[in-house]
């Protein structure tokens, strides 16, 4: 089973200042995608970036990159040049393959980690 | 344009009574999701249609009963519900459920359901 933990449930940082969110994962699958997701105040879940498993690089998206180390089953995410509107719950996540490929796929989230900007 | 439109935004309604949520996609999505996110929780699986046939329930109560009428519109019809049902309800929609590549899903903002 795929297991998403963000060891991190709160995190604060400055206006202007990078802040780097934790996550790891747990899986037997070689190819595979990862996400961070992005929830405001106003619920909706904003796809910040997303990682494929056989890519060694790392994502990048604007102010937002990725962190992945796969054989430590890590995927970090670093915001820089932080802004009073990416205070938000942040949530990884992993696609997982439900019961075969006809079947689909689906998201299993991270616990998540909110993060307040502070002036 | 990732828009999914969710209506309504907030809905109340005794365990008596029947309400329906709505979901609409236009990007041409074949794949659409229904998630329920309780407070301060990740969001959990609850169906996944696939070319408007229902491919996957995450043995979710019959008191939820999912329809894809057409492949644009998601409806998730409510009936006899437990104060335990309240939740945020959020649609999500990708373009195909085969395919890892195509299956990137774009979320509504959601419909905050108290039920009394």
């Known amino acids: 089973a795929q297991t998403v933990t963000q060891s991190q449930p709160e995190m604060s940082v400055q206006e202007a200042e990078t802040v780097t969110l934790s996550c790891t994962y747990d899986?037997?699958?070689?190819?595979?995608?990862l996400f961070w997701y992005k929830q405001p105040p106003s619920r909706q879940m904003i796809l910040v970036i997303r990682q494929e498993a056989y890519k060694q690089q790392n994502a990048t998206e604007n102010r937002f990159s990725v962190n992945f180390q796969k054989a430590a089953k890590s995927f970090s995410l670093k915001i820089s040049d932080s802004q009073l509107g990416d205070t938000a719950m942040y949530f990884c996540?992993?696609?997982?393959?439900?019961?075969?490929?006809?079947?689909?796929?689906?998201?299993?989230f991270g616990k998540g980690t909110s993060l307040l900007v502070t002036p | 344009d990732t828009e999914v439109t969710q209506t309504p935004k907030h809905l109340v309604m005794g365990m008596t009574n029947k309400k329906s949520l709505k979901c609409e996609q236009h990007?041409?999505?074949?794949?659409m999701y229904w998630y329920k996110q309780k407070a301060k929780k990740p969001p959990e699986l609850m169906f996944v249609y696939s070319y408007e046939k229902l491919s996957i329930n995450e043995s979710v109560p019959s008191r939820f009963s999912p329809e894809c009428p057409n492949s644009s519109l998601l409806n998730l019809h409510l009936h006899a519900l437990q104060p335990e049902d309240s939740a945020l309800y959020l649609c999500a929609s990708s373009p195909r459920t085969s395919g890892r590549s195509k299956n990137i899903q774009y979320f509504g903002a959601g419909t905050r359901l108290s039920v009394l």
């Open positions: 899986t037997s699958e070689s190819n595979y995608y």
């Open positions: 990007m041409g999505h074949r794949a």
């Open positions: 996540a992993f696609m997982k393959l439900l019961q075969n490929s006809n079947s689909g796929y689906a998201l299993n």
